[in-house]
């Protein structure tokens, strides 16, 4: 069993930053891919971000490659996502997911098994 518990999300005028962090309990997470993933209303969940378990490897959506940073701090159990030059579309309520038993991450979101409750980002124009 995994816990993931986002936190950071907020309301930010465009052009702003913020740092979502996802804090991880239970089964091992170091050697574990995450991703973020994100879901606007009335809107499926989509890709942003993902990466291996060492940080060696990252994936980003084409919509914020060049705007977010994912990584992660193993000895803390967190992931994180840097979000700048943030944009109105870009509002969502954002998931940190967890892929056990894989060491990278993953474009998918049938490929992670544990996800949080989520946070909301809202980016006003």
């Known amino acids: 069993q995994v816990q993931l518990v986002e936190s950071g999300g907020g309301l930010v005028q465009a052009g702003g930053s913020l740092r979502l962090s996802c804090a991880a309990s239970?089964?091992?997470?170091?050697?574990?891919?995450m991703g973020w993933f994100r879901q606007a209303p009335g809107k499926e969940r989509e890709f942003v971000a993902a990466i291996s378990w060492n940080g060696g490897s990252t994936y980003y959506a084409d919509s914020v490659k060049g705007r977010f940073t994912i990584s992660r701090d193993n000895a803390k159990n967190t992931v994180y996502l840097q979000m700048n030059s943030l944009k109105p579309e870009d509002t969502a309520v954002y998931y940190c997911?967890?892929?056990?038993?894989?060491?990278?991450?993953?474009?998918?979101?049938?490929?992670?098994?544990?996800w949080g409750q989520g946070t909301q980002v809202t980016v006003s124009s």
């Open positions: 997911e967890a892929r056990i038993g894989h060491y990278d991450g993953s474009y998918y979101a049938r490929h992670y098994d544990y």
């Open positions: 239970g089964r091992t997470f170091s050697s574990n891919g």
